[in-house]
């Protein structure tokens, strides 16, 4: 049974940090690629962050300098630092894992950020 399974959201204050958890389970986790994605509402769920196999990253723009996506293969888990929040960061946000063939969703975080 494959499962990825989000934690680590919640209120915080602009300026404050989260950090998210995705935790994997039921596949060969270090073969794949991993990301964050987050929708917020009335928008279309957007790529965060990524993080290949090899350990290579990428970020939208909007969260460059904030936010470091990284991984430990030896727990089968990828992360989501996420420092100088704003509130336009609040969403839900989702585990992704990738290969060339396949893809698998969590089932979301809500991170809110407000005073």
């Known amino acids: 049974q494959v499962q990825l399974v989000e934690s680590g959201g919640g209120l915080v204050q602009p300026g404050g940090s989260l950090r998210l958890s995705c935790a994997a389970s039921g596949f060969t986790f270090r073969f794949y690629a991993m990301a964050w994605y987050r929708q917020a509402p009335g928008k279309q769920r957007e790529l965060v962050a990524g993080i290949s196999s090899e350990g290579s990253t990428n970020y939208a723009d909007s969260v460059k300098g904030r936010f470091t996506i990284s991984r430990d293969n030896a727990k089968n888990t990828v992360y989501l630092q996420m420092n100088s929040l704003k509130p336009d960061d609040t969403a839900i946000y989702y585990c992704?894992?990738?290969?060339?063939?396949?893809?698998?969703w969590g089932q979301g975080t809500q991170v809110t950020v407000s005073s």
């Open positions: 992704h894992a990738r290969r060339i063939v396949g893809a698998y």
